[in-house]
């Protein structure tokens, strides 16, 4: 029986989401951003393995491969639209630009 709590315990804390260690707001103009590089690393070690996007103000387009979107080229998002960032590989490669006259704002927890 304490065999079984113990395995239990340990799945239980293998699938618990992770709280978020940390929160930015980024505002995407007419250059491509990336996400705040400090916010990636912490004491040396790559930390945040997820992020969690969403969008206000106005249309952006990115890219998750490490090459800088365009106005006219890369995944589109809308305002009100959300994006996952899963691995700290697409954290990393993680690029984003304005599509028209108005920044786009993106919320980000990590």
Avoid at 65 to 70: L, R
Avoid at 74 to 94: A, Y
């Amino acid at each position: 029986m304490k065999r079984f709590l113990i395995s239990l315990v340990l799945v239980v804390l293998m699938i618990a989401p992770a709280a978020a260690i940390q929160y930015e707001s980024i505002t995407v103009a007419t250059a491509s951003i990336g996400l705040t590089a400090a916010n990636l690393i912490a004491d040396g070690i790559a930390r945040p393995k997820r992020a969690y996007c969403t969008l206000e103000t106005a249309q952006i387009r990115f890219r998750v491969d490490g090459s800088a979107p365009t106005t006219s080229e890369g995944h589109i998002m809308d305002i009100g639209g959300r994006l996952i960032l899963e691995t700290h590989e697409e954290l990393k490669n993680f690029r984003a630009i304005r599509t028209g006259a108005t920044s786009g704002v993106l919320k980000c927890s990590y």
